[in-house]
């Protein structure tokens, strides 16, 4: 299973966030079979529209599933550790949906509006 994680600030609309998907699909030669995002963003109006374009499937991470995987993320940032506690969103979600043996295959990309990381599951 491919999982591409996303962290969104709010308001963030469709296009960005499809973009950054095509983009990390283009680095590692793989679609991803699930999107997820922190509970808290599931609802963006963008993201929902950007699932219903591409088709995939979205899975809400809760925040001790995010606090959970931050150890094995690769990159950090001091901005979403002030906000959210969390010094890596997009890697954090992918990570957690792909499960306990995933590993990066996309390290963070940072669009205007969102990031976006892919991680390969186990079964993939």
């Known amino acids: 299973m491919i999982v591409a994680g996303l962290g969104l600030r709010s308001g963030c609309g469709a296009e960005g966030i499809i973009d950054l998907i095509h983009s990390a699909q283009a680095r590692c030669g793989r679609r ?3 999107v997820a995002v922190p509970a808290f963003r599931y609802r963006e109006a963008g993201l929902q529209a950007a699932m219903a374009r591409l088709g995939l499937g979205l899975r809400a991470i809760t925040p001790e599933e ?3 995987v931050q150890p094995r993320c690769v990159t950090r940032s001091a901005r979403a550790l002030a906000a959210l506690g969390v010094a890596s969103v997009a890697e ?7 499960g306990g043996s995933a590993r990066l295959i996309v390290p963070r990309l940072t ?3 969102a990031t976006c990381a892919m991680a390969q599951g186990e079964d993939a």
Not at 92 to 98: K, P, T, Y
């Open 32 to 34: 991803p079979d699930l």
């Open 92 to 98: 954090g979600c992918a990570l957690a949906a792909a």
């Open 111 to 113: 669009g205007p509006h």
């Open 66 to 68: 995010l606090l959970a």
